[in-house]
């Protein structure tokens, strides 16, 4: 049974930081590449990041340079630390693999929800 769970979300000002994590449970999590998505009030999902099981990372030119993301298969987790947040980072923020897998049908945790606001 696969299952994913987001945590470390809440509301921060901008300038500040947050660290997300990701515990997730399934092989097929730590064979594949691992991501970080948001997903904004009235916008799409957008990938943010990503990370190879041999640690490559990539990021979006929205998050690059403030957003590092890093994993642990032993630990079965994924985290994000979130530097320099500014409002329009505000949305809830969502692990998966990279690219989405048919064989997930479309599964998604609950997301963790980060608020950046003075």
């Known amino acids: 049974q696969v299952q994913l769970g987001e945590s470390g979300g809440g509301l921060v000002q901008p300038g500040g930081s947050l660290r997300l994590s990701c515990a997730h449970s399934?092989?097929?999590?730590?064979?594949?590449?691992m991501a970080w998505y948001r997903q904004a009030p009235g916008k799409e999902r957008e990938l943010l990041a990503t990370?190879?099981?041999?640690?490559?990372?990539s990021y979006s030119d929205s998050v690059k340079g403030r957003f590092t993301i890093s994993r642990e298969n032993d630990m079965s987790m994924v985290w994000l630390q979130m530097n320099r947040l500014k409002a329009e980072d505000s949305a809830v923020y969502y692990c998966?693999?990279?690219?989405?897998?048919?064989?997930?049908?479309?599964?998604w945790g609950p997301g963790t929800r980060v608020t950046v606001s003075s």
């Open positions: 990370i190879s099981n041999g640690g490559r990372t």
């Open positions: 998966n693999t990279d690219p989405l897998l048919d064989l997930l049908e479309g599964y």
């Open positions: 399934g092989s097929i999590f730590s064979i594949n590449d």
